[in-house]
């Protein structure tokens, strides 16, 4: 079955700080890679996703994450964090046809300091 | 952009009462939904997919004669906590997947549910 693990349960940062939020996957096929975050109270938002081709990805708010296939890795990263990046950040895997269910990381906590 | 309207936001519910939640995509049709369950400080654990005009397909170890799911028109899913007692109490969130989208899935603000 597949799964998906988020290394980190809680991460404090100053603001400026670089940050780095790992994600490992369990499934040997195709799959199609998202990161997602919560703001306290809203729904989930996407942040990026990858599905095909060059393997650094790029997403909104300064975020990119980077697929490493040998590794079964996605992790997400931002160069320098803010305030307002405090959330909860959640890595999800669809494994085979796209459109088909996501699995959920267990989620990081991000809370940074001003 | 697509929107998925899901409410209500919060309910509470006496023991032994059946509660419904809607999930409802408002500007694209979503011919598959997703409902998922998230415990405090946890992640989100996927419950069923439920196809519009057919039968819902439920994860392992969830029970479909508890939470009924109807996805009768493209536009609206509905999951019922039938019976509900206090370990139901969750946060309940749902997804639909816009299939005038290259690949998206939209999310509803989700429902706190507390059983008392």
């Known amino acids: 079955a597949q799964s998906v693990s988020q290394h980190n349960h809680h991460v404090i940062l100053s603001e400026a700080a670089s940050l780095e939020l790992g994600c490992n996957y369990s499934?040997?096929?195709?799959?199609?890679l998202f990161w997602y975050v919560q703001y306290p109270g809203q729904h989930l938002q996407l942040l990026l996703k990858y599905f095909s081709g060059d393997p650094l990805v790029k997403g909104i708010k300064g975020f990119e994450a980077e697929f490493i296939k040998s590794k079964f890795s996605f992790n997400l990263r931002k160069p320098s964090v803010q305030w307002s990046d405090t959330a909860e950040y959640f890595c999800?895997?669809?494994?085979?046809?796209?459109?088909?269910?996501?699995?959920f990381g267990q989620g990081t906590e991000l809370s940074v300091k001003p | 952009g697509a929107v998925v309207s899901q409410h209500p936001s919060r309910v509470i519910c006496k023991s032994g009462t059946s509660v419904k939640i809607e999930c409802r995509s408002l500007d694209f049709q979503a011919t598959t939904m997703f409902w998922y369950r998230q415990f405090p400080k946890q992640s989100l654990m996927l419950m069923a997919t439920s196809n519009e005009g057919s039968k819902a397909t439920y994860e392992q170890g969830v029970e479909k004669d508890k939470f009924l799911i109807n996805h009768a028109s493209l536009t609206l899913s509905t999951l019922t906590v039938t019976s509900a007692h206090p370990e139901d109490s969750s946060f309940y969130i749902c997804?639909?997947?816009?299939?005038?989208?290259?690949?998206?899935?939209?999310f509803g603000s989700g429902t706190r549910l507390t059983v008392v």
């Open positions: 997804s639909a997947r816009n299939t005038g989208s290259l690949y998206g899935y939209t």
């Open positions: 499934y040997g096929g195709t799959v199609n």
């Open positions: 999800a895997v669809n494994a085979g046809s796209r459109g088909g269910k996501l699995i």
